[in-house]
Structure formats: C-alpha cells, structure tokens
DNA sequence: CCATCATGGATAT
DNA sequence: TATCCCTGATGGC
C-alpha cells in the first residue's frame, strides 16, 4: 500500500533508475528547504549510521539528484550518497511514525519522515567522491541533454549479448531487470543478440525506448511498459498481470506464445520466440 | 515458524 | 563465477 502525502499517492516503488530520479524529486518537494524554512531532524533509530545522521542533523537540504540508481543528497555541509540495491527503500511517512529498528536513515522534518532501510550503501561523501562515481556510469536516459553516444560505441565495442550488456552500469545507467526485458521485448530484439551486430538504428531504438519507458515510471512512480490502446484501459488504471509484456510472465501478454527464459548477465530474462526472433 | 526470493552491486576467488 | 549483504513479502509446513 502507498502512503498519501497531499493529493500523491507515492508507492513503493521499486529501485531501477525511475525510482531513484522519482525518490530526487520527492525528497526535494517534501524537505528541501526554501531559503529560511525549516531544517531536517535526522537521526538512525538502527544505528548503523548514528554518525553520518548525527551530522546531517540540523542540517539543510538544498538539491537532490540521480545519476542512474544513485541518489545523491546536497546538504548545506555534506553531501550524501545513497544506493537502495536490491531490497533498499527510502518511504514516507507521517511524522509521528517513528522509525523501527531497520531504519538505517530518518529524514524528518515538520511535515513528513522519510525512512531508509536495507540500503546498499548510505554513507557520507566528498565531491570528488560523488564525481568518481557518476563518472563510472554510462549515460542515463533520465539525464537532460544526454544523448546515446557514448552507448552507440561501447555497444560496437562488444560481443557481449544485448541483455548484459542493458544491465551493465557502465554502458548505460538506470536499466535494471525489468525494464531489460521490456525493452528488448518492445524493441524485438532478442536477449542474446551480440551487442555489436545491433545497427545504429536498433541502438537508437533501444535508447529511446528506454527514456520513454523510465520517464513514464517516474510519472507513475512504477514501472507499466503495456500501452493503454493494447490493453484498453487508461495508463492510470493499468495494474496487476497488464503493467508487463514479458517480465516474470510465462505467455507473451501480446501474442500469448510461451515464453522462454534465460539467464544472462548474471540474472534471469523471459523473452517472447515469437515477437523476439533471433 | 521457516525457507525462499526479489526490480542490485561490490568483492573475493 | 561465486559469495555476501541488507529487508520484507510470500508461501509452505
């Protein structure tokens, strides 16, 4: 169930790169300080991070960004990097929840409490720090002004399959597990095509897709990649076993063909024989 | 109650 | 390639 914060339903949302750029904004809207408003109380009811909490505490915070799946907090006096992994999240809450004994980071202010749990990394950093890490990502489709340059070269570069390299960081930032596989499916390429016989306009393709996808996402706050013309109802209102072409299912939500399943790039993919062809 | 699994990634081997 | 790390929803007993 999502928490209601004004008219916003936010959900909890799933960490691929929609999800961080979407947890930007949010933290932004909802504790980001106008010049004279309020600081943020932050503390770190499990411990883990009494020390880094303890000096944010106080503090304001003036920006957030993503860079791909990593959230950065610019602080009045410190800068702070965040990554969910698999199983982080950072939700809302009403301000007299307190935090239970998994909440790595709270963030609260007169209004709301943001608890992080589970993250994969919640830890202070230098600019310098911050800027070796965006430095290493590949371009993010969520990014103004950014175009697939850089993923037209590193894709002819290797004969890695297609669906490695979607979730390699490196090569392209924000793409995670599922929208890989819707991607690929909406494209019709096949998972294991090598990533440098894709023409340029496949590539092209893919990229496009891909900031489509993800920024409806950020918009939804969840990933829903079928088209509301297909499935006959409006995008709001697409849920359940219509939100996916390809993912986790076991018949082509298109075709119905069955779908096959392999695992590359470390991780499971379903893709349809029939709309994929190799 | 317990085991399993998940939309991720760093680190060891 | 394998292992580990975090949490919490889910399903089997």
């Not at 880094?52 to 610019?74: M, N, P, T, V, W």
């Not at 890989?180 to 023409?199: K, T």
């Not at 706050?221 to 076993?241: F, K, M, Q, Y």
């Not at 993912?247 to 096959?260: K, W």
Request: charged fraction near 20%.
């Amino acid at each position: 169930m999502g928490s209601r914060w004004g008219d916003t339903v936010i959900l909890a949302a799933m960490p691929e790169g929609h999800t961080i750029h979407r947890l930007a904004q949010d933290l932004v809207a909802t504790l980001g300080s106008a010049p004279g408003a309020a600081t943020v109380q932050a503390t770190s009811p499990q411990g883990r991070f009494a020390d880094g909490a303890s000096l944010l505490d106080g503090d304001r915070l003036i920006s957030a960004e993503a860079f791909g799946k990593y959230l950065f907090c610019h602080f009045g006096g410190a800068l702070l990097h965040v990554h969910l992994g698999l199983i982080g999240k950072f939700r809302p809450n009403p301000p007299d929840v307190p935090g239970g004994d998994t909440v790595r980071l709270r963030l609260e202010n007169d209004r709301i409490a943001w608890h992080l749990t589970g993250p994969a990394r919640c830890e202070l950093v230098t600019p310098d720090e911050a800027s070796a890490i965006v430095a290493g990502l590949g371009a993010d489709p969520l990014r103004p002004r950014t175009r697939p340059t850089s993923l037209h070269r590193l894709l002819a570069r290797t004969a890695k399959p297609i669906g490695a390299t979607l979730l390699d960081q490196q090569v392209v930032a924000g793409i995670g597990n599922v929208y890989r596989a819707e991607i690929l499916f909406l494209r019709g390429i096949h998972p294991e095509r090598p990533s440098s016989s894709l023409s340029a306009d496949e590539i092209d393709g893919i990229w496009s897709e891909a900031k489509r996808l993800l920024r409806r996402g950020v918009r939804l706050n969840r990933i829903v990649t079928t088209s509301p013309a297909e499935i006959g109802r409006p995008l709001a209102r697409i849920d359940g076993d219509d939100r996916l072409y390809v993912y986790h299912r076991t018949n082509c939500r298109r075709c119905g063909s069955e779908l096959g399943t392999l695992e590359i790039g470390g991780r499971p993919i379903q893709f349809c024989p029939s709309c994929q062809p190799a």
